[in-house]
């Protein structure tokens, strides 16, 4: 049987996050990053179950301090 083909698409975002950051949580603004960007691609992937794959990269980490 032969498989068919699904059209696909990407489709690019650029996404900003202004986020409260407490120094001393024990995370680095590094660890912060990794951390949100990971419950990003989590929740963009369960946002509709044609979603089949995410893929993020941190660009910019900047601080207000």
């Given at each position: 049987?032969?498989?068919?083909?699904?059209?696909?698409?990407?489709?690019?975002?650029?996404?900003?996050?202004?986020?409260?950051?407490?120094?001393?949580?024990?995370?680095?603004?590094?660890?912060?990053?990794?951390?949100?960007?990971?419950?990003?691609?989590?929740?963009?992937?369960?946002?509709?179950?044609?979603?089949?794959?995410?893929?993020?990269?941190?660009?910019?980490?900047d601080s207000d301090d």
């Amino acid at each position: 049987m032969e498989s068919v083909v699904v059209p696909r698409i990407t489709v690019s975002f650029a996404v900003d996050l202004e986020v409260e950051y407490n120094a001393f949580s024990g995370r680095t603004p590094q660890e912060m990053a990794e951390l949100l960007q990971d419950k990003l691609d989590y929740l963009l992937e369960e946002v509709d179950s044609r979603v089949v794959g995410v893929y993020t990269s941190i660009t910019n980490i900047d601080s207000d301090d």
